[in-house]
């Protein structure tokens, strides 16, 4: 099936019980998820807790090099190929989506920079984490014995690939878990349990003949459906790489300042997917057009107010200047030069060393 093809989603949400894991009930995998339904996920889904193939798409992965500086990932490789290696006891993946997309789109205005729809609003890891618990919290109340732990993107977990095993997503093209009725703009969370559930039929892979993701990215990162170069990625160039961004890179950056979107917007499968129903998730308006101008200049007291409670604390304010910088080089307005020469000079070398490419940049750009 083309991604294109014709044949309209519906969404349907259920009512649930607020009861529907009473203690006195019998606890299954239809409980469960309307459990999660009640807690405000859009999709549940369930997987027996095993070995996934996708370790060897990782270690590949890693052997390339193209997870960066992210050595992390190298050293759960094994853990995060089999996850009874870190919890021998579980018997079930629970996995959950949550929506996070935006219900409109600011107007975009010059000397503004854009954030990734994902970090708009409160952090998804503390939104998601107290789902998760109550979810898992009821799970053990229902079930004397079981065990049940909340996880949420920060242990050695391949949400994306356990989301496509319990039917709640495929991975597209463009690496992003999917789903037809509400696209890809949602945050995955998992619920491991001792129980031994009935598991859901894997999802399908819908992306058919559809490139436009691939298309779509300016850094090339996607080199081939279904596999993505991190360190051409502008996600991890914003966000994950501390250091000096190389000059073939920066331009296609844009004026991306936080992560990036644009693979998810070429997406045919994101065009009616709904708003997210998360009122944490609901977007701040220092963050859905943020001066470029006032990023450069960040103060450490205005970078700790503007990041707290989401997820932008994961880059520091070196970083986040660092990338202001690198919009205002490709902003094409010669404008900007005399704030970008004052910040070559900043004591943040990092953020001096991007400020002095960004003025040289668009005073080429002048001359021609």
């Not at 060897?56 to 190929?81: H, S």
């Not at 854009?114 to 998601?128: P, S, T």
Request: charged share 25%.
């Amino acid at each position: 099936m083309s991604a294109t093809g014709s044949g309209a989603v519906r969404i349907f949400w259920f009512a649930m019980p607020a009861d529907c894991l009473h203690p006195e009930l019998p606890v299954n995998s239809a409980a469960i998820k309307a459990e999660a339904f009640q807690l405000g996920f859009e999709r549940c889904g369930i997987a027996r807790a095993r070995k996934l193939a996708d370790g060897e798409n990782l270690r590949a992965f890693l052997g390339e090099g193209r997870q960066g500086t992210m050595e992390w990932l190298a050293a759960d490789a094994d853990r995060r190929a089999d996850v009874t290696v870190g919890f021998p006891w579980a018997k079930s993946v629970v996995v959950a989506a949550l929506s996070h997309k935006p219900a409109s789109e600011p107007a975009r205005l010059p000397g503004t920079g854009l954030v990734a729809r994902y970090a708009r609003g409160q952090d998804y890891h503390k939104v998601l984490k107290k789902k998760l618990r109550a979810l898992a919290d009821s799970l053990e109340a229902a079930s004397p014995g079981a065990r049940a732990v909340a996880v949420v993107d920060t242990s050695a977990i391949m949400e994306k690939p356990w989301a496509r095993e319990a039917g709640v997503a495929w991975i597209g093209k463009h690496t992003n878990a999917l789903d037809p009725a509400i696209g890809s703009y949602f945050a995955l969370g998992v619920v491991l349990t001792s129980l031994d559930l009935a598991p859901d039929a894997p999802a399908p892979d819908h992306c058919g003949s559809c490139t436009r993701c691939l298309e779509a990215c300016p850094t090339q990162a996607l080199t081939s459906p279904y596999r993505i170069d991190a360190t051409r990625c502008i996600s991890y160039l914003t966000i994950e790489h501390a250091g000096p961004v190389d000059a073939s890179l920066r331009k296609g950056m844009g004026d991306w300042i936080f992560g990036c979107d644009l693979c998810q917007e070429a997406c045919p499968w994101n065009r009616e997917a709904p708003p997210s129903r998360e009122p944490a998730f609901a977007q701040r308006p220092s963050l859905a057009a943020p001066r470029l101008a006032d990023w450069l200049r960040m103060t450490e007291a205005a970078w700790s107010t503007l990041t707290r409670g989401t997820a932008l604390r994961r880059s520091g304010r070196s970083m986040l200047r660092r990338n202001a910088a690198i919009a205002l080089g490709n902003s094409g307005d010669a404008g900007v030069v005399p704030m970008l020469e004052e910040a070559a000079s900043d004591p943040d070398l990092l953020v001096a060393a991007a400020a002095r490419e960004a003025a040289e940049s668009l005073k080429a750009g002048a001359r021609k």
